[in-house]
């Protein structure tokens, strides 16, 4: 047993904590499957997922066993050696998609960074200097390193930190000519998110991700999909560049990838992976046995005809009530998203008040994500029970009807 520890509150966040978030009054100790209970014993619905995360709820027996065995083997030996559980896991996602080559970090950031960093090493060698230039989408999120705020290219995240990666430009999300007027020669590489998970909930179009295919392979330019969100599942495949039939040339994972622990990839090809020679990048931790102990039993649950079906009709469940309750309120304008990563579009009169449903929903035991100040976001557990789907949502509802009454 461990030694007990000293009794906290969430008043001691703001004491001890770099004030860079602002966590929910209350503190989650405890989940199982698509339940959480917090300090006082409140029972929680969880909606929210970690952000597109828990892919199979809280404390699945799978995840726990796969981590537990391996917590009694192996925790780390870094990069100077290899392990089993990470080669089983490369083996895993190079058989179930485009790739052919994996690279193991530790967050959805760091697989984009090492994404940027391969893109523009091909470019370099393939053509030389010039070739450097990244487009990216306005409104994109790929994460908080100094690399990947540039090419989120938001101001709120990127801006006020001094000067910012260079040779980067932005282009309107779902607008070919947008991207063909801004492409060039000069262009190594196209990031898209195929639906954006921050800015709202954005689906791509089938066609925009096909031009963008062609247009990138007319310009030596390599298309890569941020498939941190939506990856592992999320859309009813097991990476959305299935669901919309459009093949990236590199393909960064993380969040549900490991259910809750930490772990992040970059999928490639051999023609790519191989300009990333010995020392060019690496991480200490990336590849972690414990990591890809847990990540290997998530895809072994996620990746079946069950649970990805499962995830279809859930979104038909989600979809239908969330609409009811929309129209029933004059809450929603419209219902959107693929799979489990769903986005409610505030109407105009509760624009900007995203927050204020989250707060709503808390009240009645049910967390719910915003994605943006408009939109309110559901990013659910792959396996929810269609009780705790009911359930949730008859909560749900009530928040709605409370809301817009008071
Ligand atoms: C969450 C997210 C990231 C960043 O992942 P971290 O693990 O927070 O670094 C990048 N891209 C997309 C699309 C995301 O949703």
Request: hydrophobic share 45%; proline share 5%; charged share 20%.
């Amino acid at each position: 047993m461990s030694a007990p520890q000293a009794p906290v509150q969430r008043a001691d966040f703001d004491q001890v904590m770099v004030p860079n978030y602002a966590p929910a009054a209350f503190i989650p100790v405890r989940g199982a499957g698509s339940r959480v209970w917090d300090q006082s014993g409140r029972e929680l619905i969880d909606f929210a997922g970690g952000i597109a995360v828990n892919v199979l709820g809280h404390a699945h027996p799978a995840l726990v066993g796969a981590l537990t065995e391996q917590a009694n083997k192996l925790w780390h030996v870094s990069n100077v050696f290899t392990n089993e559980p990470a080669l089983q896991l490369a083996h895993k996602l190079v058989d179930a998609t485009f790739a052919e080559r994996a690279f193991f970090c530790n967050s959805g950031a760091e697989a984009n960074e090492a994404a940027f960093k391969l893109a523009r090493r091909v470019a370099h060698d393939r053509f030389g200097p010039e070739k450097h230039e990244i487009i990216a989408t306005v409104n994109s999120f790929h994460g908080r390193t100094l690399f990947t705020v540039s090419v989120g290219g938001q101001p709120k995240y990127s801006d006020g930190f001094g000067p910012k990666i260079t040779g980067i430009s932005h282009v309107p999300y779902n607008d070919l000519e947008a991207l063909k007027a801004q492409i060039s020669d000069k262009t190594c590489a196209v990031v898209i998110e195929p639906i954006q998970g921050e800015s709202g909930v954005v689906p791509a179009d089938v066609a925009y991700l096909q031009g963008a295919r062609e247009l990138c392979d007319k310009h030596n330019a390599l298309l890569i999909f941020d498939e941190v969100q939506t990856g592992v599942g999320r859309t009813g495949e097991l990476f959305a560049y299935m669901h919309y039939g459009v093949t990236p040339d590199i393909l960064s994972s993380a969040k549900s990838l490991g259910g809750g622990f930490p772990i992040g990839a970059m999928l490639t090809t051999e023609a790519l992976a191989k300009h990333l020679t010995v020392g060019t990048h690496g991480t200490t931790y990336g590849g972690n046995p414990l990591a890809c102990a847990v990540a290997n039993a998530v895809l072994d649950v996620v990746n079946t005809p069950e649970v990805l079906a499962g995830v279809k009709a859930k979104h038909e469940r989600f979809k239908a009530r969330l609409e009811k309750i929309g129209q029933q309120y004059g809450l929603f304008s419209q219902v959107r998203g693929v799979g489990l990563l769903i986005g409610c579009v505030l109407t105009d009169a509760w624009k900007g008040k995203a927050k204020d449903v989250l707060n709503a929903a808390e009240k009645e035991n049910l967390m719910v994500l915003q994605a943006g100040p408009d939109v309110v976001r559901f990013a659910p557990s792959l396996v929810v029970e269609e009780a705790d789907i009911d359930e949730g949502l008859d909560r749900f509802e009530r928040a709605a009807a409370k809301l817009t009454q008071a």
